[in-house]
């Protein structure tokens, strides 16, 4: 069966829905530096590499996966599903940041003016940013199609988003007064309820 994303009007939606949180995400890249000490420790590339090898796996599959790793009569299902998971986490990835204003940065920085965020969704969990990431690239391997490139996704962005977790919360418990206050009132990292 040909994936849904390869068929019209799908197709379209599915480019559309993807263009518009990658685009916003490069452009937000190219402009935002990150002011503060540097403590990322080269954690903004094992997200890179992960992000890559999650999101290349996907749609290579999405393209040439044979009958047997394609998801069949729950295609056109789970594609809405896909596309849902990505326009939430969209929004939630961008209602985060704006929550963190100045503060939020591609790299592990914190700055002398920094403060706690623990309203909205950071009331919750920690890291409601990354939350929202794994929203969207569950939700892109969903839409692409196949189990193989779900089971490779998710084990992979929750391993790049794990690795980043532990150098950010090492800085901001050093470097961010009232940090270790907050993970004491929310406990929980990436997952309500689970991690």
Not at 90 to 106: I, M
Not at 149 to 177: K, S
Request: with cysteine; net charge negative; hydrophobic share 45%.
């Amino acid at each position: 069966m040909t994936p849904p994303f390869l068929q019209s009007p799908y197709s379209y939606v599915f480019w559309a829905t993807y263009a518009a949180w990658v685009v916003p995400e490069f452009v937000d890249a190219l402009r935002r530096d990150g002011g503060g000490a540097d403590h990322d420790a080269n954690s903004k590339y094992v997200l890179y590499a992960t992000f890559g090898v999650a999101a290349g796996v996907a749609f290579v599959l999405g393209f040439v996966a044979p009958e047997w790793a394609t998801f069949d009569a729950a295609a056109v299902p789970l594609f809405w599903v896909g596309i849902a998971f990505q326009v939430g986490g969209a929004a939630l990835r961008w209602y985060t940041v704006a929550l963190l204003g100045d503060a939020f940065s591609r790299t592990v920085t914190v700055s002398a003016s920094q403060g706690v965020v623990d309203s909205g969704p950071y009331a919750v969990v920690r890291h409601p940013t990354y939350t929202a990431g794994v929203l969207l690239y569950v939700g892109l391997s969903l839409a692409l199609g196949t189990w193989p490139g779900v089971a490779v996704t998710v084990p992979a962005v929750l391993a790049g988003y794990g690795h980043r977790i532990r150098v950010e919360e090492r800085a901001l418990r050093r470097h961010l007064d009232g940090y270790d206050d907050y993970c004491d009132r929310t406990p929980y990292r990436l997952i309500p309820g689970v991690y």
